[in-house]
Nanobody, 124 residues
Framework: QARLAESGGGLVQAGASLRLSCEAS????????MGWFRQTSGGERHFVAA????????NYSESVTGRFTISRDNDKNTVNLQMNSLKPDDTAVYYC?????????????????WGPGTQVTVSP
């Protein structure tokens, strides 16, 4: 069974940066588009960013474009999310997910495997 494990969340002030990482195991990493999603308490899970298998295509939600950068290292089976200029509205649990041979515009329901999530809290 594939496993995804996020790390790097925390509490920061507005304007700060955080880097989230996700390590994948027990899956053929290059067969998957990787994505980041976020969910607030009681809310739906929303798309943040996605990257295709060889990292030549990326997609971002409008709310993070220009501030967040997704990247992957296929040698280490990791996907990262560099988050700059953080805002209180970015506060959420962030999830890493894997989507088999999917478009970078795939919807949340197309992602097969999910990590447990990591909390990001941005104070004013």
């Amino acid at each position: 069974q594939a496993r995804l494990a996020e790390s790097g969340g925390g509490l920061v002030q507005a304007g700060a940066s955080l880097r989230l990482s996700c390590e994948a195991s027990d899956l053929t990493f290059t067969s998957y588009t990787m994505g980041w999603f976020r969910q607030t308490s009681g809310g739906e899970r929303h798309f943040v960013a996605a990257i295709n298998w060889d990292a030549d295509l990326t997609n971002y939600s409008e709310s993070v474009t220009g501030r967040f950068t997704i990247s992957r290292d296929n040698d280490k089976n990791t996907v990262n999310l560099q988050m700059n200029s953080l805002k209180p509205d970015d506060t959420a649990v962030y999830y890493c997910a894997a989507c088999p041979i999917c478009s970078i515009r795939a919807g949340v329901n197309e992602y097969t495997f999910w990590g447990p999530g990591t909390q990001v809290t941005v104070s004013p």
